[in-house]
């Protein structure tokens, strides 16, 4: 690589040489780049699937709606229900429908432990579907 000097003895033609660090530098980041990113892009696998023709069922499990309010009472549907008399509530929805969902729903000024206590009876009846209800903000 040729060094000029500013000089104004020196009366040689300017510098004619292309400066090609800054173009090799970008060079490779982009060859980094595209080493990390060329695995992302592959790596699905190709499965072909088998082909069976079945229509979808309808049947909609059943759901037990169980709510809590502010003062901690229990309600199954629209009826109270006392602590002792919930696990047996329970178990009648599991003989009716194995496959009986409980949809829980909890006032935000409930205590926990009456949230634990409701489920942990579900549990024990042998409810294994619990799903939380909220509200969207």
Do not use: C, W
Request: avoid cysteine.
């Amino acid at each position: 690589m040729a060094i000029g000097s500013f000089n104004s003895q020196n009366t040689q033609a300017p510098m004619a040489e292309i400066n090609t660090t800054p173009l090799v530098d970008v060079m490779l980041v982009l060859l980094i780049i595209f080493i990390i990113t060329a695995p992302l892009l592959t790596h699905s696998v190709r499965v072909e699937l088998p082909r069976a023709a079945s229509t979808p069922t309808n049947d909609k499990p059943q759901t037990l709606q169980v709510s809590i309010n502010a003062d901690n009472r229990v309600f199954v549907g629209s009826e109270a229900v006392d602590s002792d008399s919930l696990e047996t509530r329970f178990r009648e929805a599991v003989a009716r429908d194995p496959n009986v969902e409980l949809h829980l729903k909890a006032d935000r000024g409930t205590r926990y432990e009456s949230v634990a206590e409701t489920m942990s009876a579900a549990r024990r009846a042998g409810l294994s579907k619990i799903g939380f209800v909220t509200q969207p903000n």
